[in-house]
């Protein structure tokens, strides 16, 4: 249930559950079918018994915040996707949710089904509050201490307000504003207009609002929710080479960073060790594998992960040593048609391989998408997933979009609290 709180001053303003008048006369209320207050001129509105007035809009704008063109998931971002951000890939969301059929996304015959209701169910994830146009879906946001985000603001003007200013906790942010509102009458896109730096750790959800004048009335316009930073989740990752019929896999460019950013969307911190001596593997089994380009994970003899398990952890102190990390495998030399793999989905300590092959090469983001596997996230074209988008349609890491040579680095909500119930 909200809260009604009254001081004197010159603000009225409408915040989710929570209800403020500020007024500069005394203010007297009564309920039962009519709500009435009074000061100045006085205002009444009725209606039926505890159901409240509609939150009046004072302001003829909106303003929303999106990534710049150059973000590549350097902090976690999500927001409901509508199609007007600079970004190589933003497809609205409302016509890319809904379900496959028996033939799986990637196939040849798949179908995908649009759903209504899983747009309508996506939109929950998100704050609102009115604005002049309708319901403004408030984007969820993700920063560590001592890190930076860069972003667009969009400002759509139907009349102009006398002010729009930021408001936000100057304890924990600090903002840099490098381009003052554009506010001429339309939609107007400021890039990098604003620079939003985290100074300290905070226990409960953070906003940055913008907050419009009209009139001498103050009403929010715009904002921004930052998840809680202070009980991040620590895992444990080694990335193990891998030698076989004379080749040793290796990094690409890039390849760990976009690991690492990926991991920092859901505020967990991967603690990183590389194994200096590469492990070798040939054997029947493995030369077979590597031959053949069959799957042998669902073997009942032997499959890829375990067999190059056994080869680590035969490795004296291996097996005491590393158990309890995620164990990546850097292969080279196969020509298959997959650029990775993880061993389960959803299964703490498990082991994802990762192949390089030389014709086809592989995706700087395979890494990441394999180990986000592991700790629990389906394909974003899964049914299985909590949320099926059409696939190719995305920038999240769990699409295939890199199939179709763009980039692939995002995260939503949904997923940063399925790998880390630490976030709240």
């Not at 879906?137 to 920063?143: A, E, K, S």
């Amino acid at each position: 249930m909200g809260r009604l709180r009254i001081v004197k001053g010159k603000i009225f303003e409408v915040v989710e559950n929570d209800l403020h008048y500020y007024s500069e006369a005394s203010i007297t209320e009564s309920a039962s079918d009519v709500y009435a207050e009074q000061g100045g001129d006085g205002i009444s509105h009725s209606g039926d018994p505890g159901t409240p007035p509609p939150s009046p809009t004072l302001s003829k704008c909106a303003v929303f915040f999106r990534p710049t063109k150059e973000w590549k998931g350097e902090f976690g971002f999500d927001w409901i996707r509508v199609g007007d951000s600079k970004m190589e890939t933003d497809v609205p969301y409302n016509g890319i949710l809904g379900k496959y059929g028996a033939v799986y996304a990637p196939d040849n015959g798949s179908k995908f089904t649009v759903d209504p209701k899983k747009y309508k169910a996506i939109l929950k994830e998100y704050s609102t509050f009115s604005v002049h146009k309708g319901t403004y879906y408030v984007p969820n946001m993700t920063l560590n201490v001592g890190e930076k985000a860069i972003l667009d603001t969009i400002i759509h003007v139907g009349e102009k307000a006398d002010k729009l200013h930021y408001a936000y906790n100057t304890d924990v942010f600090e903002l840099t504003i490098m381009k003052q509102f554009t506010v001429k009458k339309g939609i107007n896109h400021d890039e990098g207009a604003l620079i939003i730096k985290c100074k300290k750790a905070f226990s409960k959800p953070e906003t940055i609002r913008v907050i419009a004048t009209k009139n001498k009335l103050m009403e929010k316009v715009g904002e921004i929710k930052i998840l809680p930073n202070n009980n991040n989740k620590d895992i444990n990752i080694v990335i193990i080479p891998v030698e076989n019929n004379g080749y040793i896999g290796h990094f690409i460019p890039n390849e760990q960073q976009v690991l690492i950013n990926a991991l920092k969307q859901s505020y967990i911190n991967p603690l990183i060790e590389a194994y200096k001596t590469p492990i070798n593997v040939d054997s029947a089994w493995f030369n077979f594998w590597f031959k053949s380009g069959e799957k042998l994970d669902n073997s009942s003899i032997v499959s890829i992960h375990s067999h190059l398990d056994d080869a680590f952890y035969k490795i004296k102190g291996n097996r005491d040593k590393y158990s309890k990390y995620y164990r990546i495998y850097m292969l080279k030399g196969a020509d298959i048609a997959i650029n990775g793999e993880a061993a389960h989905i959803d299964t703490p300590n498990s082991s994802v391989v990762v192949f390089d092959r030389p014709k086809r090469g592989r995706s700087v983001s395979t890494m990441a998408h394999e180990l986000l596997h592991a700790m629990g996230l389906y394909h974003t074209f899964d049914n299985d997933s909590p949320y099926t988008f059409e696939i190719y349609k995305t920038d999240n890491i769990m699409d295939y979009t890199h199939k179709k040579l763009k980039n692939r680095f995002s995260t939503n909500k949904f997923q940063w609290k399925k790998i880390n119930p630490n976030l709240k």
